[in-house]
């Protein structure tokens, strides 16, 4: 995994309010992180928050901070473990034509890098959707983000996908079944796994030689 660059520095009491602000956040709704609501789940007084905050804006800005980190962290994690599992399989193959063929059916089954990426994606958007929702609507506040952030956390789509402009639609296709997802927008029955694995499938057919491992990380800037 690339090194994460490093968050907004905060004081311990800053920490503490953006965790109940998060708590907050996934309970009611972005609508519902109101300063007042967050003063009084913390037991202070409104303006006490200005101290280390000014605006609820910059409350949200830690917020999505929090989101771009972790999911960052997680598709990069299932990228190394994509590229670990198809280096030991090839190991283990010998070199046979027949294993190799073998091979490469299992990984078009779990769609390789892609389908690695795409797996841990989802299950951090369901996992946290109010703050996936905070952190993926609307124009994003670059400027109050710590530089590089959000390069690195989406670094992993253009690393499976191996060209920006695949990868840029690989990031609005699984956006935007999270999004339907979370509003329960598909209709009663529907197998949602098997559209995420069409998707899958479309998007690994488009890589030269039916790529499952993703290929090498870009040289740092």
Known sequence: MSDRPELTPGTLRAAKIIE???ALLEEEGRDGLTMRALAERLGIRA???YKHFPDKAAVEAALIEQGLAEVGALLHAALDEAAAGATTENADA?????????DAGAAAGSGGAIGAVLRAYR????????LYRLTTSGSLPRERLAPGLEEWSGTPFFLAAGEPYLAQALWSFAHGMVILELDGRYPEGSDLDRTWAEGMSAFSARLPGSVTTPPSRPPAR
Do not use: E, I, K, Y
């Open 94 to 102: 010998g070199g046979s034509a027949d294993a190799a063929g073998a």
């Open 47 to 49: 303006p006490s928050l």
């Open 123 to 130: 299950a951090s958007a369901l996992a946290n959707p109010n």
């Open 20 to 22: 109940a602000a998060r």
